[in-house]
């Protein structure tokens, strides 16, 4: 009985996805879980697993095509079952002896007497080949008049081809549809530039005191909890202080109303090989260091495998990016709607800056805070980027919390 691989639904919103790629073709075995296909939504990408173990024998939908959540888009069939109608078995063949007819004899009638001599067998019996009668030759016929040759118009000649760019000359290209992800991203980042009043302020941080701190904690830590001490939870625990600060930066506007968040889900940003993907720490406000740190080391593998699912990207209050581990020196992140701010982090630079009186040199790092200037004004943004300045560069007082 053949098994169908349906659509799963992905999200509340979510109708229709699109078919990225069918990692399996029609007769390959596959394990119960196997990943067969990679599907775009659009918040996320995900691997569509064998509902069990068997062999892939239809696939109904090609890559690129959009079908609907809980559309059969494959049939397996279970392993085990045969694959293949059986045939009949073939009958032995008859030996060459009994083929052959025994002889028969003809008993004569009453009142006959038997011939002299004694019938040849039937399976011995010899025809002799039918000679052919003589054919009197055929009487000579005039042949007709062979036709006029018809003479063919001559042909144009061929048009020569066009000669073949070299790749990377002018005019070369390739086209390739944009996943259903991309599409949406796009779409919401559009729209957020059309629809917002967005504004970028920036800031310096010196993260002397916050790699100091990573460089004597970070082997007690590791052994403790299994995860690095990065740079994320820093900022995630600065933003929420700051957060708390300044509540215009984790509220949303909704008409004409302001609805105020009293949690914190922090979005964090992370560049999956399949795309952008942002999912959310939930209630981050109740959670320490080394729990922002394993839940962001879980986000970035699940998303490399295409295992986030719709829930853990849905919703948010605040966003955090990191150009900087691409190397950005500087940019202005887009808010992600319907939040009213995005805080951009930056490569590390060592730098020389001017402290108490004398040039030295410290690791660097450029913020950015784009927020919704129709919520948040300039006075409230530029004292949420310093707040989270002097928690960074005195990261103790994140936790006594002054």
């Known amino acids: 009985m053949p098994i169908d691989l349906k659509i799963p639904v992905v999200g509340e919103s979510i109708t229709e996805v699109q078919i990225n790629e069918w990692l399996k073709s029609v007769g390959d075995l596959v ?11 659009e918040k996320t990408t995900f691997d569509l697993p064998a509902p069990q ?7 109904f939908h090609q890559a690129g095509e959009t079908v609907r959540v809980g559309t059969v888009v494959a049939q397996f069939e279970l392993a085990g079952e045969a694959s293949a109608t059986p045939t009949p078995e073939a009958k032995p063949a008859a030996p060459a002896a009994a083929s052959a007819e025994k002889p028969k004899t003809k008993k004569s009638a009453p009142g006959e007497t038997a011939s002299a001599k004694p019938a040849a067998p039937a399976a011995v019996k010899v025809v002799a080949p039918a000679v052919p009668a003589p054919v009197a030759p ?8 062979a036709p006029a040759p018809v003479v063919a118009p001559p042909k144009p000649p061929a048009p020569k081809p066009a000669p073949r760019l070299p790749v990377g000359a002018e005019g070369s290209e390739e086209i390739v549809p944009m996943t259903m992800l991309r599409r949406t991203v796009a779409r919401r980042l559009v729209e957020a530039q059309q629809t917002m009043a967005m504004l970028t302020t920036f800031n310096e941080i010196d993260l002397s005191s916050v790699q100091a701190l990573r460089k004597e904690q970070q082997a007690a830590f590791e052994k403790r909890y299994q995860v690095r001490l990065g740079l994320m939870s820093f900022f995630v625990k600065a933003t929420i202080d700051a957060l708390k600060q300044f509540p215009q930066l984790n509220a949303e506007l909704r008409g004409n ?3 105020y968040h009293n949690y914190f889900d922090i979005g964090v940003a992370i560049a ?19 729990e922002v740190e394993q839940a962001i080391s879980d986000f970035a593998k699940r998303a490399n495998a295409g295992k986030l699912l719709p829930a853990e990207l849905a919703g948010g209050t605040f966003t955090i990016t990191n150009g900087g581990s691409f190397g950005s020196l500087l940019s202005t992140p887009i808010i ?26 410290r690791p660097m790092m450029y913020v ?6 129709r919520l948040v004004d300039g006075r409230e943004a530029v004292l949420f980027l310093r707040r989270i300045k002097e928690a960074l560069e005195n990261p103790v007082r994140m936790l006594i919390e002054i």
């Open 31 to 41: 394990k119960a879980d196997e990943p067969v296909a990679v599907v775009d939504s």
């Open 53 to 59: 173990a068997g062999k892939l024998t239809k696939i």
């Open 138 to 145: 055929p009487e000579p016929v005039e042949a007709p008049a």
């Open 257 to 259: 109303d302001i609805v």
């Open 272 to 290: 999956a090989e399949r795309g952008l993907v942002v999912p959310v720490l939930r209630d981050a406000g109740r959670m320490g260091f080394a």
């Open 336 to 361: 992600n709607p319907p939040q009213t701010g995005i805080l951009g982090m930056h490569t590390i630079q060592e730098r020389p800056v001017a402290v108490q009186g004398q040039v030295v040199i």
């Open 368 to 373: 950015a805070l784009t927020y919704d200037h």
